[in-house]
């Protein structure tokens, strides 16, 4: 099965501590690393109590980008695999980002900490931004790899882009604006291409479909099933093109 690799420009934002709104829907993080091997708060949601039972919250965001240049058939098929750290009480989604430039052309910044096409300050993500993944909620393993499925979205987008750019978030409450009830950190780890461990390098892994692959007509081949009766799998060739 084919893999494409996250660039090595992969990083981590954290946001500033402060109110819930403004942890969550903050334009610019207070720092960035792009040179870590791996972050315990890979995605993480913090609530610190304060005196007088106010509370503060802290969020953290990871970014990569994959070169999906040389992608050109359809892709059947893909999951995201992220190398566990240690810690693995919170949750995670990929979603859609349009951080380092928008091309991979820059470094990923501060700035970058809400890079997110669709991101509505105040509300779930649920039906404003676009999902790469499914939602991982429980069973993330430590020190080792984990495997979680990709969307049609990111499928359509790795044919199509050159470049596939990817938040990784909190799922619980970052990604649908649920303050944490009680005071700690949510936090799932995860590794970033700079690991020395070849084998927890972020990647992922994909299948093309087999036959005919090309859309007709603005139809996209995956929503085609035959071709005057004989299945698109049996399709090498449309009147000889």
Same mark, same amino acid.
């Given at each position: 099965?084919?893999?494409?690799?996250?660039?090595?420009? %992969? /990083?981590? =934002? #954290?946001?500033?501590?402060?109110?819930?709104? $403004?942890?969550?829907?903050?334009?610019?993080? &207070?720092?960035? *690393?792009?040179?870590?091997?791996?972050?315990?708060?890979?995605?993480?949601?913090?609530?610190?109590?304060?005196?007088?039972?106010?509370?503060?919250?802290?969020?953290?965001?990871?970014?990569?980008?994959?070169?999906?240049?040389?992608?050109?058939?359809?892709?059947?098929?893909?999951?995201?695999?992220?190398?566990?750290?240690?810690?693995? %009480? /919170?949750? =995670? #989604?990929?979603?859609?980002?349009?951080?380092? $430039?928008?091309?991979?052309?820059?470094?990923? &910044?501060?700035? *970058?900490?809400?890079?997110?096409?669709?991101?509505?300050?105040?509300?779930?993500?649920?039906?404003?931004?676009?999902?790469?993944?499914?939602?991982?909620?429980?069973?993330?393993?430590?020190?080792?790899?984990?495997?979680?499925?990709?969307?049609?979205?990111?499928?359509?987008?790795?044919?199509?882009?050159?470049?596939?750019?990817?938040?990784?978030?909190?799922?619980?409450?970052?990604?649908?604006?649920?303050?944490?009830?009680?005071?700690?950190?949510?936090?799932?780890?995860?590794?970033?291409?700079?690991?020395?461990?070849?084998?927890?390098?972020?990647?992922?892994?994909?299948?093309?479909?087999?036959?005919?692959?090309?859309?007709?007509?603005?139809?996209?081949?995956?929503?085609?099933?035959?071709?005057?009766?004989?299945?698109?799998?049996?399709?090498?060739?449309?009147?000889?093109?």
């Amino acid at each position: 099965m084919p893999e494409v690799n996250a660039n090595t420009d %992969d /990083g981590h =934002i #954290i946001g500033p501590i402060t109110t819930w709104a $403004g942890a969550r829907d903050v334009d610019d993080g &207070s720092s960035v *690393d792009t040179t870590a091997t791996s972050f315990t708060n890979f995605t993480a949601v913090h609530k610190f109590s304060g005196r007088g039972g106010g509370s503060t919250f802290k969020v953290e965001r990871s970014f990569m980008y994959f070169d999906t240049s040389g992608i050109t058939g359809t892709v059947a098929s893909a999951n995201f695999k992220i190398g566990g750290g240690s810690g693995n %009480d /919170g949750s =995670i #989604i990929a979603v859609k980002s349009n951080a380092f $430039g928008g091309d991979g052309g820059t470094a990923l &910044s501060a700035a *970058d900490f809400d890079a997110i096409p669709g991101w509505t300050d105040g509300a779930s993500q649920a039906s404003n931004v676009t999902n790469y993944s499914v939602a991982v909620t429980s069973g993330w393993n430590n020190n080792s790899l984990n495997t979680f499925a990709a969307t049609s979205d990111l499928l359509a987008d790795m044919k199509n882009n050159n470049v596939v750019i990817v938040c990784f978030l909190d799922y619980t409450n970052d990604y649908l604006n649920v303050e944490p009830t009680s005071a700690g950190t949510f936090n799932i780890s995860g590794r970033f291409t700079e690991t020395s461990t070849v084998s927890l390098r972020p990647r992922i892994d994909y299948t093309l479909a087999t036959g005919y692959s090309h859309d007709i007509m603005g139809l996209a081949a995956a929503s085609i099933g035959k071709v005057n009766t004989v299945a698109t799998a049996n399709v090498g060739k449309i009147s000889g093109t």
